[in-house]
Structures are given as structure tokens and as C-alpha cells.
């Protein structure tokens, strides 16, 4: 079975700071992935996604996103954190097969600090 | 364009009682997918559907149940509410049945008391 971990469920930043989420995955065959944005409130707006090709994915707002298949890994990262970056991160595996049935890690709380 | 709309946003039901939430995809997409999110199990996947057919389910009761209309509407049920029940239901569509790229409403937030 599927599963992703995010380590970090909170984490807090200064505002003009670098930032890093990090997304494992465990998944037998080619996973797609996913980053996933949630505002207090709101429903989950997609970031990024990779599905093949370059590792280096970019998304909206800034951020990017590597897939490493050595570490089963998929982190987040964005150069400078604004404070409207503030929000619930989620990473996602989905497949080809799995349709649009896709397993999300429990989520990261970013905090921003002034 | 309009994005995807749930109703209700909000509803608040006893044990026992049944529910009926909503839900209409943006234009043109045919995939509809349903997720429930809880503080203690985060979002999980409920069911999705596809030109009417149910392509995917996850691990949930059968009191859990949708269905999906030929404008690509959907609704999702739950009978026999139990409190375990009370969390945001997320609604999610997308272009195809296999483009993983999905669009969310903002969700019905259920409470069972």
C-alpha cells in the first residue's frame, strides 16, 4: 500500500527566510506526486506535481519541488517565504492506475513570523 | 470560471440521522472525487466518480455512499451518522478519470452530535 510521511508537523519561519517541507513516499512502482496548499477555511489548491521527466519540478507562488527516487523523497522548497505563505501543506502520491485516488501525508502547519 | 461548489458549507446533525452533501465540478470536468478530513485521520479518500460510474472507493462503511449524475453533479450520503463522522468533506474534480490534478471545493463541514 501507498503511504506518505511528513515529518514536520509544524513548522515556523521568518518572513524572508528560506523554507523546506519535507514529503517521504512509499510506493512500488513510478508514484506521481503532489503538493497541495491549505488556507484556514479554504479547500486544498495544488502547488506542483510531478509526474515524469525533469526531477525539478516548478510551481505556482514560487515554490519548487525535487523528487529524489533514491530517498523515496519529495520536498518543498521556496527561496524567500512570504508571510500570505502561511497555510497547511500537503504532499500527495497518486499513480496512473489509482485514477484520481490519491493518499496525502498528514500535513505540515507553516507558520510565518514577521 | 467557476470553480467547484459544495453545499451545504455547513450542517450540523444528530446521531442516527442521514446527510446529503453536494457537489457541482467545474465545467467540462468529469471526474468528481470525494475526500473526508478529520484532525486525527487527515484526508482520506472516500470514492470517485466518472461518467456516472464509480471507479474508486476507499476504505469506508457502506453507510458511506455517492452517486454521480449525467451533468457530472455528485452527491455523497452517509446514513446512520455516528460522531466519528464530523469532519470537512472535500469534494475534488478533474479533467479525467487518471490527470490526478485535482480542483477542491471549500468543503462541508459536517458536525454530529
Known amino acids: 500500500a501507498q503511504s506518505v510521511t511528513q515529518p514536520d508537523i509544524h513548522i515556523t519561519v521568518s518572513e524572508g527566510a528560506s523554507l523546506e517541507l519535507r514529503c517521504n513516499y512509499s510506493y512500488g512502482a513510478t508514484p506521481y506526486l503532489f503538493w497541495y496548499v491549505q488556507s484556514p477555511g479554504q479547500g486544498l489548491q495544488l502547488l506542483l506535481k510531478?509526474?515524469?521527466?525533469?526531477?525539478l519540478v516548478q510551481g505556482i507562488k514560487g515554490f519548487e519541488a525535487e523528487f529524489k527516487r533514491s530517498q523515496s523523497s519529495f520536498n518543498l522548497r521556496k527561496p524567500s517565504v512570504h508571510w500570505s505563505d502561511a497555510a497547511e501543506y500537503f504532499c500527495a502520491v497518486g499513480s496512473y492506475n489509482a485514477g484520481n485516488m490519491l493518499t496525502f501525508g498528514g500535513g505540515t502547519r507553516l507558520m510565518v513570523k514577521p | 470560471k467557476a470553480g467547484v461548489t459544495q453545499t451545504p458549507r455547513y450542517l450540523i446533525k444528530t446521531r442516527g440521522q442521514q446527510v446529503t452533501l453536494s457537489c457541482s465540478p467545474i465545467s467540462g470536468h468529469r471526474s468528481v472525487s470525494w475526500y473526508q478530513q478529520t484532525p486525527g485521520q487527515g484526508l482520506q479518500f472516500l470514492f470517485e466518480?466518472?461518467?456516472?460510474?464509480?471507479?474508486n472507493k476507499g476504505n469506508f462503511p457502506g453507510r458511506f455512499s455517492g452517486r454521480q449524475f449525467s451533468n457530472s453533479r455528485s452527491e455523497m450520503n452517509v446514513s446512520t451518522l455516528e460522531l466519528g463522522d464530523s469532519a470537512l468533506y472535500l469534494c475534488?474534480?478533474?479533467?479525467?478519470?487518471?490527470?490526478?490534478?485535482?480542483?477542491f471545493g471549500e468543503g462541508s463541514r459536517l458536525t454530529v452530535l
Open positions: 510531478y509526474f515524469s521527466g525533469d526531477t
Open positions: 475534488a474534480s478533474s479533467l479525467g478519470q487518471y490527470q490526478g490534478e485535482l480542483f
Open positions: 466518480y466518472f461518467s456516472e460510474t464509480q471507479r
